[in-house]
Each structure stands twice: as structure tokens, then as C-alpha cells.
């Protein structure tokens, strides 16, 4: 068929914006399905942290020190490690691509607003946290996990994992929004892995050198991990200069992607 | 409006008004200043100067309101390449209250059997009938075409004529830019001629291209045509090219009996066949290399 054969008046105008909120959960579900259908962003997200979150915990491959089981010590820092690759390299990576496709332009023409947008990119992030927050929780439980926290944990692990998502989220934008898409894949993977080294997911910052430790400590994956670990393993009820550390990040990640941040 | 980019002024002082339920086409060499117009008609950029008023709202301070109101056809891509048709167009869809059926949509763009295709994987012409599909998604009163045909084999170039016309007649105005001056030709209500970022036509493409003026005829190579010149009314010019293939020209008239009856007459006498003579206007080609040359453009 062609619109040849079509009946007169079916192109008659119509036009209308759907709610912002109808608008926001389309883009949000069409955002998280390509995430989860695209194999390198899945092999990011869930199963480099589950296969670190496995194997250091089965296998004593280094000595953690601090009076904590492996798999104690272990799920904080892979929960920070999880929040880090989505919102900050995967949404990267992904955004920088859309740049460099024109979808972002032509999302532009759309009735869907750019605010209308990075709330669906913010719910698309979060939704995938929660899937990754379900899995690696059950396969720590499984494997022995038993969190030694205080009641307030309800509160803070989600405080800490929405500031490290925001400050993540802030730079994720700037990147992708300022470099060449294979300057954004290159960058956003390179600073994982560095993080993913010195930010106390696997390796203990008691490890590094005492010089450098308050250094690795202020920067956003150090400041989760050992916030996480705080609640989750040391039941400490507040952890004020990690929630401020990884505060500072978000205001000043936003506030740089706000201003730098290019759509074409 | 007048459009800069550093030193290089993309748009000068150009005016362009398009009507409701008219097929608008802007014609222009590359680099002309098409796709600038368009985008800031659209709203991707603003005007150093002038005014700018789309279904009488600004397009950057009104956006809110305008954007539904609006279909967009970009040049190339903007869409997500892993992403299938059907579901690229199913997410679309809910951005708008009263979108059209999908599964029709795509059955008019003859995507059907490619719902499921993802748009990398899809040919160039189907990916422009996926990305027109979108621009007429949400039932927009104004749809603007950025080289909608461009890439497409013949069947989907009149396909897309095809929907272009049935927009025309339910009253949606078209902007369309286009290479193809037989799709200026055929579609458009109003042409706008653009080079260097200023308007040289502007016109219907019968107003555009003139009353019939021009007289061709084939027949044996290298006939004198100076003695034909002869035989013609004055004002008249005749010319063999390429070898065989003789025109006469009428500037700025019509062809008259008289004329068609001279040459005739003056073939006859030499008992040459003319064969293939044709009474017509000037193309649209004809228009457009005349005003903005022949020269290559970058």
C-alpha cells in the first residue's frame, strides 16, 4: 500500500503533546531496552561486577585486613562499582553516541523538552541500578553476605547511591557532551578502569600508601565505596564526609555538563 | 533573516513565506543556505536578524507550543541505529495525543516486513521512509522535508510523492528542500530559488518557468542553422546542440503556428524529417542552472 490509496482526511492535522509524564516513561523504556540489549553495555553494568563480586569473594586472591569477610567487604564496593558504570560510562558512552547520530538533535524537534529528556535518562539510570541492585544483592546473600548495619541504612545506602548517581551522571554528560563520541568511549572507559583500581572497590585503601589515601578517599568512587562499606559493614549510622564529598561531585558535575554541555 | 557563521554569512536577507495546504520546495546549489533556512525555521538555531514566525509563533521562544505542531525530516539520521522501525515509531508515537496507527504508518512507507529491522540495518531509501514516517507521526500541520527523496529508488521516491500529495490535500503545508528539479516540478505549489543565502526565484513553477518558449527537434546532424535563423521571425534563436538535436528559442515569448510552420516549411525544403519536435517551456533545470550557473559548488 501507498498514500496513494489513502482516504482523504486522514493526514487532516491533529497535533498535540502527550503528557510530560507519558512522554518521559516511553523515553525512559525505550532508553533502558536498548541498555540491556546491548552486549558491551551489559558486559559493563552487570557482569564485570558480578564476576568481580564472585570471584574475589570464592578466592582469597588478596587480604583485605580489617577484621571483614571477603564477601563483607566485597558488596559495598561492587554496589559503588555498579552505580559508577551505569550513570557514568555507560550513560557516556551511550549520550555520546547519540550526539554524534543526530538522535539527540532529533529528539530536539520532538514535543519531548530537554528537561523532559535528562529525566528520562535519570530514570533509565536508576531503573537499571535497581536491576543491578536485585542481582548483585542476591548472589552476595548467596554467597554468604551479612550486612552489619544500623537501621538508618534504609535511608543512607539510597542517599549515597542517588549522590553518586548524580555526581557520576554530571560528568557522564560533560564528557559525552563535549568530546568526539570515540573520545567519550575511550575517556569514559579508561577513567572506569583507573577508578575501578584506586577507587576501593576490590583493592582496600588501606593498601595504598598513607600519603594517599584522604586523596583516593575524596574522589567520587572512593567517597561511595567507603560510605557503602561504612553502612553496610562497620554499621556506622551517618557517614557525613562521604555524603559531602560525593554532594560537591554532583553540584560540580551538573554544573559543568549545565554549562558546557553541547547537543550538536 | 540573515544567518552567520563567523565571517561566512550563510543567510542574507532571504524572505520566504509558505502557505497552509501548499507543497513549498527550496531549491538551491549545496551550500546555498537550505538547510540553515530550514533548521532555523525549525528552531535549531537563531537568526542574527530578522523575523521568523512559524504557524505565527517564534520558533525558539514559543517552542513549547510550536514543537507538536511540527514535523521534522532531518537530512540524515536521528535515529537510534540498534533500535527497530516499529518500536522507534511506537516510542514516538507516545509523544503525541493523537498519533497515527504505527502499524499503518508503516505499511504506508512499505516498512512492514522491516518492523522488526534495526535502523542500521535497514537500506539507505528505507531509512529515509522511516524518518518521513516520523515526521508525520503526531498529525503535524507543518512538515518540513530536508531531502526526503535523497537516496531513494524510483518506487520509493513516488511512494513519497505520493504521501506528500496526500498531505498537500488535507491541508498540511509542506516544506520540502530537494536536488531533484523534476520533484520541484511535479510536487511543489511554490519554488524558492535560494543561492549565496538570498532569494533568486520565487514562484510557481509555471510562473517560474515561463509560457511555452522553446521549439526541439531531432534530425540529421549539421543542417545550416543560419539559414534557418533566416526563415524564422526575428527575435528568434536556433541552435544545434549536442550534434542532431536542434532548439529554438523564443526569449521571453511564445512559440507561434507561424514559427512551427516556418521551420516546417524550411525542413522540407532540405527533405529532412524532423523527428521528436517538441513545443515547450523551459525546464525547471533550465531555471535553476541559468540563475545560479553551471559552476560546480563545494
Redesign the interface.
Known amino acids: 500500500?501507498?498514500?496513494?490509496s489513502?482516504i482523504?482526511?486522514?493526514?487532516?492535522?491533529?497535533?498535540?503533546?502527550?503528557p510530560l509524564r507519558?512522554?518521559i516513561?516511553?523515553?525512559a523504556?525505550?532508553e533502558t531496552?536498548?541498555l540491556l540489549?546491548?552486549g558491551e553495555q551489559l558486559t559493563l553494568t552487570l557482569i564485570i561486577p558480578l564476576l568481580l563480586l564472585i570471584a574475589f569473594s570464592l578466592e582469597p586472591l588478596i587480604e583485605f585486613g580489617g577484621g571483614y569477610t571477603r564477601i563483607d567487604f566485597l558488596t559495598p564496593g561492587v554496589i559503588a562499582l555498579a552505580v559508577m558504570s551505569t550513570a557514568f560510562t555507560s550513560q557516556a558512552i551511550a549520550t555520546g553516541f547519540?550526539r554524534r547520530?543526530?538522535?539527540l538533535?532529533?529528539l530536539?524537534?520532538?514535543?519531548?523538552?530537554r528537561p523532559g529528556l535528562i529525566a528520562a535518562k535519570t530514570v533509565t539510570v536508576i531503573a537499571v541500578e535497581l536491576l543491578q541492585a536485585a542481582i548483585i544483592l542476591l548472589i552476595a546473600l548467596a554467597i554468604g553476605w551479612s550486612p552489619n548495619a544500623s537501621a538508618a541504612a534504609i535511608v543512607t545506602v539510597p542517599l549515597l547511591v542517588l549522590l553518586g548517581t548524580a555526581a557520576f551522571s554530571g560528568f557522564a554528560l560533560l564528557l559525552a557532551g563535549t568530546l568526539r563520541a570515540e573520545a567519550t568511549l575511550a575517556a569514559a572507559n579508561l577513567i572506569y578502569v583507573v577508578l575501578l583500581g584506586i577507587g576501593g572497590v576490590v583493592f582496600p585503601l588501606t593498601k595504598f600508601p598513607r600519603a594517599a589515601r584522604p586523596l583516593l578517599e575524596l574522589l567520587p568512587t572512593g567517597a561511595l565505596s567507603t560510605g557503602l562499606r561504612d553502612v553496610l559493614a562497620n554499621a556506622v549510622v551517618f557517614p557525613v564526609k562521604d555524603v559531602l564529598t560525593l554532594a560537591v561531585w554532583a553540584v560540580l558535575g551538573i554544573g559543568l555538563a549545565a554549562r558546557f554541555f553541547r547537543w550538536? | 533573516m540573515v544567518k552567520r557563521y563567523g565571517p561566512a554569512t550563510a543567510v542574507d536577507g532571504l524572505t520566504l513565506t509558505a502557505a497552509a495546504g501548499e507543497v513549498t520546495a527550496i531549491l538551491g546549489p549545496n551550500g546555498a543556505g537550505k538547510t540553515t533556512t530550514v533548521e532555523i525555521c525549525?528552531?535549531?538555531r537563531a537568526a542574527d536578524a530578522g523575523t521568523v514566525r512559524v504557524l505565527g509563533l517564534d520558533p525558539i521562544q514559543d517552542a513549547?507550543k510550536l514543537?507538536?505542531?511540527?514535523g521534522?525530516m532531518?537530512q540524515?539520521?536521528?535515529?537510534?541505529?540498534?533500535?527497530p522501525a516499529g518500536?522507534?515509531l511506537k516510542?514516538?508515537s507516545?509523544?503525541?495525543?493523537?498519533p497515527?496507527d504505527t502499524a499503518w504508518l508503516l505499511?504506508?512507507v512499505?516498512l512492514t516486513s522491516n518492523a522488526k529491522t534495526p535502523y542500521k540495518r535497514l537500506s539507505g531509501g528505507q531509512q529515509q521512509r522511516l524518518s518521513l514516517a516520523?515526521a508525520?507521526l503526531?498529525?503535524?500541520?507543518l512538515v518540513f522535508l530536508d531531502e526526503p527523496t535523497a537516496g531513494m529508488d524510483p518506487q520509493a521516491r513516488?511512494?513519497t510523492w505520493?504521501?506528500v500529495?496526500?498531505?498537500r490535500?488535507?491541508?498540511?503545508a509542506v516544506i520540502l528542500t530537494t536536488h531533484f528539479m523534476e520533484e520541484a516540478e511535479r510536487l511543489a505549489d511554490h519554488v524558492v530559488i535560494i543561492d549565496h543565502g538570498k532569494t533568486v526565484a520565487d514562484g510557481t513553477p509555471a510562473t517560474l518557468t515561463g509560457s511555452a518558449g522553446q521549439l526541439r527537434f531531432r534530425a540529421e546532424p549539421g543542417l545550416d542553422t543560419d539559414s534557418l535563423l533566416a526563415a524564422l521571425p526575428t527575435g528568434s534563436a536556433a541552435k544545434e546542440s549536442p550534434a542532431g538535436h536542434y532548439l529554438i528559442e523564443v526569449p521571453g515569448g511564445a512559440v507561434q503556428p507561424a514559427l512551427l510552420a516556418a521551420v516546417t516549411a524550411w525542413c522540407a525544403d532540405r527533405a529532412v524529417l524532423p523527428s521528436s519536435l517538441r513545443i515547450e517551456s523551459r525546464t525547471l533545470e533550465d531555471v535553476f542552472l541559468e540563475l545560479t550557473g553551471r559552476d560546480l559548488r563545494g
Do not use: C, W
Open positions: 500500500m501507498t498514500a496513494e489513502v482523504p482526511g486522514r493526514f487532516a492535522p491533529a497535533p498535540g503533546a502527550a507519558q512522554m516513561a516511553a523515553q523504556v525505550q531496552r536498548q540489549r546491548n547519540e547520530y543526530g538522535v538533535k532529533r530536539g524537534a520532538t514535543p519531548l523538552s550538536e | 525549525e528552531g535549531y513549547v514543537k507538536p505542531r511540527v521534522v532531518l540524515a539520521g536521528g535515529i537510534p541505529p540498534a533500535v518500536e522507534y516510542t514516538l507516545r509523544f503525541h495525543v493523537k497515527h505499511d504506508i512499505g516520523a508525520v503526531g498529525r503535524p500541520e513516488h511512494a505520493d504521501l500529495t496526500a498531505l490535500g488535507d491541508g498540511v
